[in-house]
């Protein structure tokens, strides 16, 4: 093994453990494979920028464009709506219909974009003939990875198997070379799934459990039905003139305001500077329990003389000021996210930033370099700020100092907790009183002992004195909701979702959706889309509580709520894709002559051998944009970008794996391991580590990844590598085992309330038919040739 060899096998078993533990996005991790392979000099520079311009890549990208042309102008929409109309209402029929359809469609359209598309329609026969969607997504997601492998347009490995039997000298695959061997497949796994392969699916009871997404079943199967009342402001509410915002009602329990009613008047989802008035009913979602356990914070009694507690605390504390390093890797965190008190044993106090302090609503206040904080904490907390690589300088300060400069006082209250108060026996965490009122217990005092810093599973006892770092002023916002009254009967005009002011839509991430792995807090769907999200639907189990800290992935189902015009806008949306009828957007079906005609023109430019793939998929796409088809703007929007940097980051290591010889090594190792076997069984060892490899790998970059073990395993038992390119090919793009081998996987899974066990309860299957169809059509369609 040279240096070389050993420099490529570590590049590539580092790019593996990325891809593995996904620490690091994908496409990212090909970006650094790149960039190794130029630093090492393993590369040179022409070859580390190769994959961008290599024809695989171009033909990727351009043939996304022409997807999203065929499904602008209706073609896929109305072949698909089509023929389901034929499919009847038996779950084996619909599954048959199903997936030649997807699979049909997969023949000139990217798969990804054929699962986005067939989705709502397969929702939409859900809901008609009462077939729970946990039955029919997955076969929906296979059919269209089935009929990917079929034609060289179907999915990318193909394209890069054929560009990298190009870059080695033999003639590439044709369009239809994938046909014979695909078709077989298709037809088998059709018949598997739809016999006896249906049996591995979830079974679901069909009165409550199928997605009839009607309003009603809808909210009912997410649990929002019973999360919804009514409060009142009463006419001498003290609430009166404060803003929904200013209420904290959104604030306390992770409520919503969802409708408010005033002199007969209805506003749905009213904005949160609306202003309070006596008389006001408010329809709200949340949890009715959790808010009357905030109410009774209203308890706490304001003691402002409690010169003991203060001397007290500045006996047992220390008072720092820091200065946060500009490299400190807490920059851009907030205070809550960093947490102090667990960290370092002190509490902020205030915050100052280019000459302007903050000291109200500290949580959610970021960090700066060269910020200054005003800390209280004991005297570990010192060592330990002192000893940390987070701040350039740790100062103690006088108490002198901090009434003059800082007004504690101001910003402190000491409330003392009455004896029978309901308060009495409860945590500081069951409180929410942080997360509403920005409120922080800095010690308890109880029968003459002084508890510093308490942690938020302490209990709290009646008589308690409570130092609170907070505005005292606060505590009238809390007395205000104690006012408040819960109306057990909802009236009329609050009915909004019954007469459709609200609607409730469930919704899932598009597969190049920018918001997956963002929390909801960030999106902000009020500000964002005027919307509310209600619920999330995740691996089988809705989750309702603390949505905000919730970040959305790839295969959550998720309900927003809003008026239908808001969730309308939403057919347009690159990042959302809507499971729930709304009012959908037209189709251009003007056009869809002239998507067909330019499709046509691809294909048979390329089967006549005017031109290359590359550039007649380009030329397509270039017309369809030109032709009114779709703009740029959706033909930007219509590439997966990530999966262009993938392709072409992770090319050049396989020109390096060839190039430095390390293909050859590996070959060696491995015809060191199956001996004397014949080239069949050799072929079907490829094809078994390849499938296994699409469990946990992106299946474009394992295709990079095996190509060149492949060609130069061929070489050495001295036939040519066609055969075993194509089987490589199809256990590449018969990606069913994981929801993580392929996006079409991951869009159905919370739709479906697919857990990862039932992809491999039926994926494993289906992947061992597949392979045996593959294994005796080869050497029919794809007999060994010597070299």
């Given at each position: 093994?040279?240096?070389?060899?050993?420099?490529?096998?570590?590049?590539?078993?580092?790019?593996?453990?990325?891809?593995?533990?996904?620490?690091?996005?994908?496409?990212?991790?090909?970006?650094?494979?790149?960039?190794?392979?130029?630093?090492?000099?393993?590369?040179?520079?022409?070859?580390?920028?190769?994959?961008?311009?290599?024809?695989?890549?171009?033909?990727?990208?351009?043939?996304?464009i022409?997807?999203?042309?065929?499904?602008?102008?209706?073609?896929?929409?109305?072949?698909?709506?089509q023929?389901?109309?034929?499919?009847?209402?038996?779950?084996?029929?619909?599954?048959i219909?199903?997936?030649?359809?997807?699979?049909?469609?997969?023949?000139?359209?990217?798969?990804?974009?054929?699962?986005?598309?067939?989705?709502?329609?397969?929702?939409?026969?859900?809901?008609?003939?009462?077939?729970?969607?946990?039955?029919?997504?997955?076969?929906?997601?296979?059919?269209?990875?089935?009929?990917?492998l079929?034609?060289?347009?179907?999915?990318?490995?193909?394209?890069?198997?054929?560009?990298?039997?190009?870059?080695?000298?033999?003639?590439?695959?044709?369009?239809?070379?994938?046909?014979?061997?695909?078709?077989?497949?298709?037809?088998?796994?059709?018949l598997?799934?739809?016999?006896?392969?249906?049996?591995?699916?979830?079974?679901?009871n069909?009165t409550?459990?199928?997605?009839?997404?009607?309003?009603?079943?809808?909210?009912?199967?997410?649990?929002?039905?019973?999360?919804?009342?009514?409060?009142?402001?009463?006419?001498?509410?003290?609430?009166?003139?404060?803003?929904?915002?200013?209420?904290?009602?959104?604030?306390?329990?992770?409520?919503?305001?969802?409708?408010?009613e005033?002199?007969?008047?209805?506003?749905?989802?009213?904005?949160?500077?609306?202003?309070?008035?006596?008389?006001?009913?408010?329809?709200?979602?949340?949890?009715?329990?959790?808010?009357?356990?905030?109410?009774?914070?209203?308890?706490?009694?304001?003691?402002?003389?409690a010169?003991?507690?203060?001397?007290?605390?500045?006996?047992?504390?220390?008072?720092?000021?820091?200065?946060?390093?500009?490299?400190?890797?807490?920059?851009?965190?907030?205070?809550?996210?960093?947490?102090?008190?667990?960290?370092?044993?002190?509490?902020?106090?205030?915050?100052?930033?280019?000459?302007?302090?903050?000291?109200?609503?500290?949580?959610?206040?970021?960090?700066?370099?060269?910020d200054?904080?005003?800390?209280?904490?004991?005297?570990?907390?010192?060592?330990?700020?002192?000893?940390?690589?987070?701040?350039?300088?740790?100062?103690?300060?006088?108490?002198?100092?901090?009434?003059?400069?800082?007004?504690?006082?101001?910003?402190?209250?000491?409330?003392?907790?009455?004896?029978?108060?309901?308060?009495?026996?409860?945590?500081?965490?069951?409180?929410?009183l942080?997360?509403?009122?920005?409120?922080?217990?800095?010690?308890?005092?109880?029968?003459?002992?002084?508890?510093?810093m308490?942690?938020?599973?302490?209990?709290?006892?009646?008589?308690?004195?409570l130092?609170?770092?907070?505005?005292?002023e606060?505590?009238?916002?809390?007395?205000?909701?104690?006012?408040?009254?819960?109306?057990?009967v909802?009236?009329?005009?609050?009915?909004?979702?019954?007469?459709?002011?609200?609607?409730?839509?469930?919704?899932?991430?598009?597969?190049?959706?920018?918001?997956?792995?963002?929390?909801?807090?960030?999106?902000?769907?009020?500000?964002?889309?005027?919307?509310?999200?209600?619920?999330?639907?995740?691996?089988?189990?809705?989750?309702?509580?603390?949505?905000?800290?919730?970040?959305?992935?790839?295969?959550?189902?998720?309900?927003?709520?809003?008026?239908?015009?808001?969730?309308?806008?939403?057919?347009?949306?690159?990042?959302?894709?809507?499971?729930?009828?709304?009012?959908?957007?037209a189709?251009?079906?003007?056009?869809?002559?002239?998507?067909?005609?330019?499709?046509?023109?691809?294909?048979?430019?390329?089967?006549?051998?005017?031109?290359?793939?590359?550039?007649?998929?380009?030329?397509?796409?270039?017309?369809?944009?030109?032709?009114?088809?779709?703009?740029m703007?959706?033909?930007?929007?219509?590439?997966?970008?990530?999966a262009?940097?993938?392709?072409?980051?992770?090319?050049?290591?396989?020109?390096?794996?060839?190039?430095?010889?390390?293909?050859?090594?590996?070959?060696?190792?491995?015809?060191?391991?199956?001996?004397?076997?014949?080239?069949?069984?050799?072929?079907?060892?490829?094809?078994?580590?390849?499938?296994?490899?699409?469990?946990?790998?992106?299946?474009?970059?394992?295709?990079?990844?095996?190509?060149?073990?492949?060609?130069?395993?061929?070489?050495?038992?001295?036939?040519?590598?066609?055969?075993?390119?194509?089987?490589?090919?199809?256990?590449?793009?018969?990606?069913?085992t994981?929801?993580?081998s392929?996006?079409?996987?991951?869009?159905?899974?919370?739709?479906?309330?697919?857990?990862?066990?039932?992809?491999?309860?039926?994926?494993?299957?289906?992947?061992?038919?597949?392979?045996?169809?593959?294994?005796?059509?080869?050497?029919?369609?794809?007999?060994?040739?010597?070299?």
């Amino acid at each position: 093994m040279t240096f070389d060899i050993a420099l490529i096998l570590l590049i590539l078993a580092a790019a593996l453990v990325l891809f593995v533990t996904e620490v690091i996005r994908m496409d990212l991790v090909a970006l650094l494979v790149l960039a190794a392979l130029a630093l090492t000099g393993l590369s040179s520079p022409t070859q580390v920028l190769s994959g961008f311009s290599n024809p695989a890549v171009i033909t990727v990208w351009a043939m996304f464009i022409l997807s999203e042309g065929l499904t602008r102008t209706g073609i896929a929409n109305l072949l698909g709506r089509q023929v389901m109309n034929i499919a009847g209402h038996k779950e084996a029929s619909l599954i048959i219909v199903i997936m030649l359809v997807c699979g049909g469609l997969s023949f000139f359209m990217n798969n990804i974009g054929v699962a986005a598309l067939m989705l709502p329609v397969v929702i939409d026969i859900c809901r008609r003939t009462g077939v729970s969607p946990s039955r029919l997504l997955m076969p929906m997601a296979f059919g269209t990875l089935l009929g990917g492998l079929t034609t060289l347009f179907g999915t990318p490995p193909n394209l890069l198997i054929s560009a990298a039997l190009a870059d080695h000298g033999y003639t590439p695959f044709g369009l239809f070379d994938y046909t014979p061997v695909g078709i077989g497949a298709l037809a088998a796994g059709t018949l598997f799934i739809a016999l006896l392969g249906r049996n591995f699916l979830p079974q679901a009871n069909r009165t409550t459990e199928t997605l009839q997404h009607s309003q009603r079943n809808l909210r009912t199967r997410y649990g929002l039905q019973e999360r919804s009342f009514s409060l009142r402001v009463p006419n001498d509410s003290i609430l009166i003139g404060n803003s929904i915002a200013d209420s904290r009602i959104s604030s306390v329990a992770g409520m919503v305001v969802m409708a408010l009613e005033r002199n007969g008047q209805v506003d749905t989802l009213p904005p949160r500077t609306s202003i309070l008035k006596g008389g006001d009913e408010l329809l709200v979602y949340g949890r009715r329990d959790r808010f009357d356990d905030m109410r009774s914070w209203s308890d706490l009694i304001v003691e402002r003389g409690a010169p003991k507690l203060h001397e007290l605390i500045a006996q047992r504390t220390r008072l720092i000021e820091v200065i946060i390093a500009d490299s400190a890797s807490l920059t851009m965190s907030t205070v809550g996210d960093v947490g102090f008190r667990r960290h370092f044993g002190a509490d902020v106090l205030t915050i100052t930033h280019n000459k302007t302090m903050r000291r109200d609503n500290l949580s959610r206040a970021p960090l700066r370099g060269n910020d200054r904080l005003l800390l209280r904490g004991s005297e570990e907390s010192v060592t330990k700020l002192e000893s940390s690589p987070e701040f350039s300088r740790v100062l103690a300060i006088s108490e002198e100092d901090l009434d003059g400069d800082y007004r504690w006082q101001d910003y402190t209250f000491v409330a003392r907790v009455p004896r029978e108060s309901d308060l009495g026996g409860k945590s500081l965490a069951d409180s929410r009183l942080a997360e509403a009122f920005d409120f922080h217990v800095m010690a308890i005092f109880r029968d003459g002992h002084l508890q510093l810093m308490p942690e938020l599973d302490d209990i709290i006892h009646g008589g308690d004195q409570l130092l609170i770092q907070g505005r005292p002023e606060d505590l009238d916002v809390l007395r205000g909701l104690q006012e408040l009254e819960t109306d057990t009967v909802t009236s009329p005009n609050l009915n909004v979702f019954e007469d459709d002011r609200l609607v409730a839509v469930e919704s899932i991430l598009t597969p190049r959706s920018v918001l997956a792995g963002v929390l909801v807090n960030d999106i902000d769907f009020r500000k964002k889309y005027g919307l509310e999200l209600g619920a999330i639907r995740r691996a089988g189990k809705v989750i309702l509580e603390n949505l905000e800290q919730q970040k959305l992935q790839p295969g959550d189902a998720f309900v927003l709520i809003g008026p239908r015009q808001r969730l309308a806008m939403l057919n347009d949306d690159a990042n959302l894709l809507l499971l729930t009828p709304v009012v959908f957007t037209a189709i251009n079906t003007r056009r869809a002559p002239v998507a067909v005609a330019i499709l046509v023109g691809v294909v048979v430019s390329v089967l006549a051998g005017w031109m290359p793939i590359s550039i007649a998929a380009v030329a397509g796409a270039s017309m369809m944009v030109l032709s009114g088809c779709l703009n740029m703007d959706q033909a930007y929007q219509a590439i997966d970008w990530r999966a262009v940097f993938l392709i072409a980051g992770m090319l050049p290591l396989g020109i390096a794996m060839q190039d430095s010889g390390t293909a050859e090594y590996l070959t060696g190792m491995a015809m060191r391991t199956v001996g004397s076997s014949s080239p069949w069984v050799v072929i079907a060892g490829l094809y078994a580590v390849t499938a296994l490899g699409t469990m946990i790998i992106p299946t474009a970059a394992l295709v990079v990844l095996m190509s060149p073990v492949v060609m130069s395993v061929s070489l050495e038992m001295g036939f040519a590598p066609h055969t075993a390119m194509m089987a490589v090919a199809m256990a590449a793009s018969a990606s069913f085992t994981s929801p993580i081998s392929h996006p079409a996987n991951i869009l159905i899974m919370g739709p479906g309330g697919y857990r990862f066990s039932d992809y491999i309860k039926l994926g494993g299957p289906l992947t061992l038919i597949v392979f045996v169809v593959v294994m005796i059509l080869l050497p029919v369609f794809w007999p060994l040739q010597p070299v």
